[in-house]
């Protein structure tokens, strides 16, 4: 695990890299690999690679990168961040055909399966990966990005260069690039919470999207990005509910084991939710050392859950830890968005930053239950489609009836509750691919028009967020539409939001976070599930992964009980310790300066939500975010 840099001058420019542009790349990026730095040129110096490593497997210097390689006359140089967990076993395969190693390392293997199998060897990868390799032969770049989107990928490229690094803080060193607002970005994210991918935030620099690859050119600067995986719905399984109980355990405890080989301290974070209950779960059943168990929580009881993490670390005699966070965090909020880099709007990346950092005290890998309600349609949005897809079958009733009682209710209780029945009710005349946004996003198209300055107007008009989400749709390869919702969420809100939290909420601390769930040979199984088993009925969310676990696993308590989430009581953060605070940097003349938000509109939105009922936490979260975003990388 680390980070990685690099950048190439192409043959046409005279221009040479020099081992000071990747030392300030490294620098930049530091935090991601605290254990040891590294830095190769080339021999005409057209090339620079550089790494920082955080050392989970083989701690000797022969894992030291940029890492070499060399099979009869081809040789390659790498930078790799990430793990491969199946790294064993292909290494043993490989020694057979002659291949032979000087480390104990994964690094290695993926030169030598690429030398072995060319472009065909991402598909023998099993982990988490982002990497850039030199193929000094063929004069190329092969850079990658795992079939998920766990490790990140960003990078700049001109006519001149191609500039690549972990984390866009390395690039923004370099001089061939000028820190310039993406508006378009900005646009969505104010939608999405997240800067949709290849978007960033920053013009000109891009994330490479996950499962797919790049090769750079080095003499001509030509690029070519394919996608070499993605997931298929269309070939269900027809089992028994008992033979999927059966498969699902045994398959996941599989990537759980994977995830526990290290050679430093290992533990796991424990919400008390069913993902990382299971998770923990079977860490205990294949360890013969207590599991660390690491949970945080909240003053306010409707968003703590430390009481059930604490009762699957009972269950589990595991070593365990719980923090707690106060609105006194906030003071990190400007050092959370320097670390996030790009605008990002998820409250619970506090929380899970301030987790990490607790974490790293003890362990150096730390499991998760991320992408269980992916991979089984955990989140409530699901249900809503679902309805929705239902209540279709009403037609002409709903025109007549249900959209204007819908409007009239709202009109007289003004909730957050009869607010989103009535968004609801005026979506469901969409295409259902079509609705889903409204079931997701922080401000709708007409709120963000609303809050708008004219420039602004200009500048986004035409651009629909929506386009992103139902393109999603189409793309997948499901015929059930439930499995459609699902895989939009997993190709557009897992890798640019969920994912990113993880990553540099971790990685900021060099805590390596591990997720069983997201084992892509766990998910093409889960892929196989009907869809009718993950959400049975309407609201019967997780099905089939609950029955599979309530036999032994986890108890019913944590099972059945209403999901929480991991979120922030901001809510209420921001109708008192908090509410000075957001009018000040929200209403400052430099925030209203910029250009893009009008100052009575967003003076109404933050009333409303301080004198109302009505929430808008999670919005005001998000032009509070951005408004850091600006000040910290363009004021």
Partial sequence: MCGITGKIYFKNNSQTVSENDIARMNKAIAHRGPDDSGIYLSSDNKIGLGQQRLSIIDLSPLGHQPMHYQHNDKKYTIVFNGEIYNFQEKREQLKKDGYQFRSKTDTEVIMALYDKYDMEFLEHLRGMFAFALYDHQKNQLVCARDRLGKKPFKYYTDNNTFIFASELKSILTQPEYRKEIDYIAIHHYLTLQYAPAPLTGFKNIKKLEPAHYLIIDCNNGQIKKERYWQLDYTQKLNLSEKKWENKILTELEEAVKLRMIADVPLGAFLSGGIDSSAVVALM???????????????????????????????????????FIVKPDAMELLPTLVKQYEEPYADSSALPTYYLAKKTREHVTVALNGDGGDENFAGYGRYSVQKFGLWYDKIGPLHNLLAKPMAKFINSIFQTTLTNHAQTFAETLSLPYNQRYIYYIQYFSALQKNRLYTENMRQKTHGLKTANIISQAFHKAKATDKIDQTVYADIATYLPDALLVKVDIATMAHGLESRSPFLDHKFMEMTAKIPANLKLKGLNNKKYILKKALEKELVPKEILYRKKMGFGVPIEHWFRREMKNYMYE???????????IFNKEAIKKLLDTHVNTNINHAYRIWALITLELWFQEFFD
Avoid: C, V, W
């Fill in 284 to 322: 205990a059943k294949n360890s013969s050392q207590p599991i660390k168990t690491f949970s945080i929580g909240f003053n306010e009881s409707d968003h703590d859950e430390t009481k059930y993490a604490q009762m699957i670390a009972d269950k589990y005699k595991t070593d365990h830890t719980k």
């Fill in 585 to 595: 940097i929200l209403l400052s003349n430099k925030a209203i300066n910029r250009g």
